[in-house]
């Protein structure tokens, strides 16, 4: 009976976060778009990510500057959401891509329906337990509202980044920079890494 309750409970959670995203889908820049980048990352020398320190999920300070000359994809997570089965696909794609120079940054954030409940030792735990992760996981920070990480002000901002306006529309929005820590674009939360437009997007920065 347990059991069935919970898998309930996760299919509500997979209604709910379709509903949401397909709602959020309808309004701000689209995912995936590059244009902007292009035109404008000659001009975005000073606009990069590697100003920025966030504590991992040990409560350790990383400067991003840490991650130069990689190909970064940001990722705000949560455990108990419809889409964190992604977290397999991300980490098939991280395995598949680190040796190229890509790396993930997950962000745990309790934003969306409180579906990120757990203390970061409680995330760290999940991660490793259920799917074996491997790639850089961080502290739980707030992704919209007045609590907003510097990170995600710089991230949503086109005055910060340089190339657009985004709002993080659910948990496992994806954020793309580029090797110089450039704001590149983002995709919605229901598109994986594994998918081919993700794909296209990252290839012209390996």
Do not use: H
Not at 39 to 51: A, E, H, L, P
Not at 68 to 81: L, Q
Not at 134 to 156: E, M, R
Not at 193 to 198: A, L, P
Request: net charge positive.
């Amino acid at each position: 009976m347990g059991r069935f309750k919970i898998l309930i409970i996760f299919i509500m959670l997979s209604i709910i976060s379709i509903i949401m995203l397909n709602i959020f889908g309808w309004f701000g820049a689209q995912q995936g778009d590059v244009k902007s980048y292009e035109k404008n990352k000659s001009q975005n020398s000073t606009k990069t990510i590697y100003g920025f320190t966030m504590n991992d999920i040990n409560g350790k300070p990383v400067n991003l500057s840490d991650f130069k000359g990689k190909v970064v994809v940001i990722v705000n997570v949560a455990s108990k959401c419809g889409l964190t089965p992604q977290y397999e696909d991300m980490q098939k794609f991280y395995d598949q891509y680190k040796d190229k120079g890509v790396v993930i940054l997950a962000f745990p954030a309790n934003n969306f329906m409180g579906q990120e409940p757990g203390t970061d030792e409680d995330i760290k735990a999940f991660c490793s337990k259920n799917y074996g992760v491997t790639f850089p996981v961080f502290s739980k920070i707030s992704v919209k509202g007045k609590d907003k990480a510097p990170l995600y002000n710089f991230l949503t901002s086109k005055e910060e980044n340089g190339v657009m306006d985004t709002s993080v529309k659910w948990n496992f929005q994806k954020y793309i920079i580029d090797r110089e820590g450039k704001f590149v674009t983002f995709f919605d939360p229901g598109t994986k890494v594994s998918e081919q437009k993700f794909l296209d997007a990252i290839t012209p920065l390996l």
